[in-house]
Structure formats: C-alpha cells, structure tokens
C-alpha cells in the first residue's frame, strides 16, 4: 500500500498570525497538527517546538527497536519537557502550551498520541469516526450527557482545555491504535476547522473524489473560511492507496 498526503494552514478570518504548527514527514511516516496557546506569540512558540520535538525524536529512532506507540508517546513527553523548561526559563511564555495530535504509520497499522483538542479523524467505508476524543470542559458535559455535540463550538466554556503539551512537567497522553486499510481517509486538524465545520461535512468533503489529498486539505480550510471561522486552521489529509492504484499524485509514499 501506499500513503499519499496533503497539508494546509491558515490564520483564519479574525487572528492577526498563526499558532498552528504541522509536521508532515514522509521519510518516517509521521503527520501531526499542533495548536497552540499564550500571550505574546508564545502560542506558536509552543506549538513549533512541540511539533519539532516530536519530529525530530522518531527521525532518530527510526530503525529503534522500540514499539512505533512507545517511540510516539516518549516523543510527546519530550514535547512536552521542552515547552514545560522553555516556560519555565521565560517569564513572558510562562503558561504557554500547546495541543498534539500526530499519528505514526508502521508495519500496517496506525498510532494515534493526542493532547488536546485537535482531533483526528477515520473515514472507512463512507463512515467518518472521530478517533481521539477532546480534552475539554464542554467534552466532559458531551460525556455526561449534558449537551449534544452539536452544540460544542458554541457553549461559552468551548475554549476551556482540560489538558494541553507543556505547562506542567508530566502530561497524560491518550494513546490509540489499529489496523491500516487500503481506502482509508486520515484527517488531523485544528478546532478552527471543527468548531464551523460539522461531522457530516467533514466526511461528505473527504469522500469527494475531485482530487489529491492536498487538495483535499485545501478544500477543508477554505469551507472553514467561507464559514468564517475565528480562529487559525490546519488541516492534514492522508490516504492509503493500492499499490496499483495510481490517482497522478507524485507525494505517495509506500506504507512499511
């Protein structure tokens, strides 16, 4: 099977810059969306150096004999030791944090490490999954039965993050995992796409059939701006080909 990609970001239609941060590392097979938070451009300081970390720690552990899950959640806990130092030694980023989602393809199966509130997302057989679940105040009353999902991005205590990359030395990390299936749709991305984008949309635009997942990533943000969205959007799309397939795109990978 083969991997092919796309990504795009954008400062959405009311931030003045963008503390979304991506890694898209074919090499290695690591993707990942980063947001992050703090005053003084400390959000996308945060989320830079978790997006680096990350990156750079499996690219040096690429032939370990470690588990791929244990070279990923090691890799969010550096993340996160670097950004909880940085702040620490900084008294203008103090605070500062960042959410992770990044997903890791090894030996026909996906790991998913996430923190947070940006989401990844399975589109199999026509049927989108949300694989992570928030770490929010308003996930929590989801959870409880409190409020329906439909009403998330605009409950008054939506931007309340429950757990984030950084502003403590030791972080909980949730860890997912499965099969790999040639067909399958991934989707990592920000809440500015997800807070004026539904479910059903999501999965109706990553059905579509027009085009390569880069286009597919751009797609996904410009629906999120013509929903005028307020915040930064990241959106990286991957999808798992036949070998024989071929759709003209020159970024597939083979998946080992």
């Not at 097979?29 to 945060?46: P, S, W």
């Amino acid at each position: 099977m083969y991997i092919s990609y796309g990504t795009h970001t954008d400062r959405g239609k009311v931030r003045e810059s963008n503390e979304d941060s991506y890694a898209a590392n074919a090499k290695n097979r690591l993707f990942l969306v980063a947001d992050g938070m703090g005053g003084h451009a400390a959000g996308e300081i945060a989320s830079s150096i978790a997006a680096s970390t990350v990156e750079e720690y499996v690219a040096l552990r690429h032939s370990s004999p470690l588990a791929p899950r244990d070279i990923l959640q090691l890799a969010v806990r550096e993340a996160n030791t670097r950004i909880y130092h940085t702040q620490l030694d900084r008294a203008e980023f103090a605070g500062m944090g960042s959410t992770l989602t990044a997903i890791l393809l090894r030996n026909g199966k996906y790991y998913v490490a996430h923190v947070g509130d940006s989401r990844a997302y399975l589109l199999r057989d026509g049927v989108l999954r949300q694989i992570t679940r928030d770490h929010s105040v308003v996930w929590d009353l989801l959870e409880k039965g409190l409020i329906e999902k439909k009403d998330l991005s605009g409950h008054p205590k939506k931007n309340l993050i429950t757990r984030s990359i950084g502003p403590h030395p030791q972080v909980e990390i949730d860890m997912e995992a499965g099969d790999v299936q040639a067909g399958d749709v991934y989707l990592l991305c920000s809440d500015g796409l997800t807070d004026v984008v539904a479910d059903e949309n999501l999965g109706r635009l990553l059905s579509g059939s027009r085009g390569t997942p880069q286009q597919l990533s751009e797609d996904l943000v410009e629906a999120a701006n013509r929903a005028g969205s307020p915040d930064n959007i990241t959106a990286v799309v991957l999808r798992i080909e036949d070998a024989e397939s071929d759709n003209g795109d020159t970024g597939k990978i083979i998946l080992r």
